[in-house]
T-cell receptor, first 113, second 118 residues
Framework: SQKIEQNSEALNIQEGKTATLTCNYT??????LQWYRQDPGRGPVFLLLIRENEKEKRKERLKVTFDTTLKQSLFHITASQPADSATYLC????????????FGSGTRLQVQP | KAGVTQTPRYLIKTRGQQVTLSCSPI?????VSWYQQTPGQGLQFLFE???????NKGNFPGRFSGRQFSNSRSEMNVSTLELGDSALYLC?????????????????FGPGTRLTVL
């Protein structure tokens, strides 16, 4: 079955630095990959979607890359702020045209002021 | 536009009982998906409904069931509750067209229902 791996250890960085989170997957060739942010006690919030034919996608301070050969996506937050502290989840849609997302376990990001 | 709403927000039940959770999607959204989130297993897909039909189902026992009404509101039911069913149950809605297009694959999650089984 498909497997999605994210670094389960928390990532601690200093304010103003770039945070880089990794998402690796196996046994699947997704048409696209999504990133979500989740704050404690709340539902995930959609951030970015990147398709298999897109190498990079940007949105404000966020950047996502997608390497289908390596089966890896990198999620970058530039000029990080304490408000960026949250858990970040990557997700694959396992069923074309349907909304059956398979999520990674998430990486908790802590930005220190 | 109002977001996804879920009721109740918190629920405490005992083993063997059953529970029904409710989800109201964003107006105009026809697809509703349900997820279970636990510290050990993370976010796991339960099932998805579109136009009152279950289109996809995750790997959960038959004790977990759901339905969708004509107004797209959805309910999920868990019967014969077990301690391991304690979790945050999340509902997500999306535009629902069965085509891969950017706007319809983004899912909007509700705040969740925190279920505790004692």
């Amino acid at each position: 079955s498909q497997k999605i791996e994210q670094n389960s250890e928390a990532l601690n960085i200093q304010e103003g630095k770039t945070a880089t989170l990794t998402c690796n997957y196996t046994n699947y060739s997704p048409a696209y990959l999504q990133w979500y942010r989740q704050d404690p006690g709340r539902g995930p919030v959609f951030l970015l979607l990147i398709r298999e034919n897109e190498k990079e996608k940007r949105k404000e301070r966020l950047k996502v890359t997608f390497d289908t050969t390596l089966k890896q996506s990198l999620f970058h937050i530039t000029a990080s702020q304490p408000a960026d502290s949250a858990t970040y989840l990557c997700a694959l849609d396992i069923s074309t045209g349907r909304r059956a997302l398979t999520f990674g376990s998430g990486t908790r990001l802590q930005v220190q002021p | 536009k109002a977001g996804v709403t879920q009721t109740p927000r918190y629920l405490i039940k005992t083993r063997g009982q059953q529970v029904t959770l409710s989800c109201s999607p964003i107006s105009g959204h026809r697809s509703v998906s349900w997820y279970q989130q636990t510290p050990g297993q993370g976010l796991q897909f339960l099932f998805e409904y579109f136009s009152e039909t279950q289109r996809n189902k995750g790997n959960f026992p038959g004790r977990f069931s759901g339905r969708q009404f004509s107004n797209s509101r959805s309910e999920m039911n868990v019967s014969t509750l077990e301690l391991g069913d304690s979790a945050l149950y999340l509902c997500a809605s999306s535009g629902g067209l069965a085509v891969i297009s950017r706007s319809y694959n983004e899912q909007f999650f509700g705040p969740g229902t925190r279920l505790t089984v004692l």
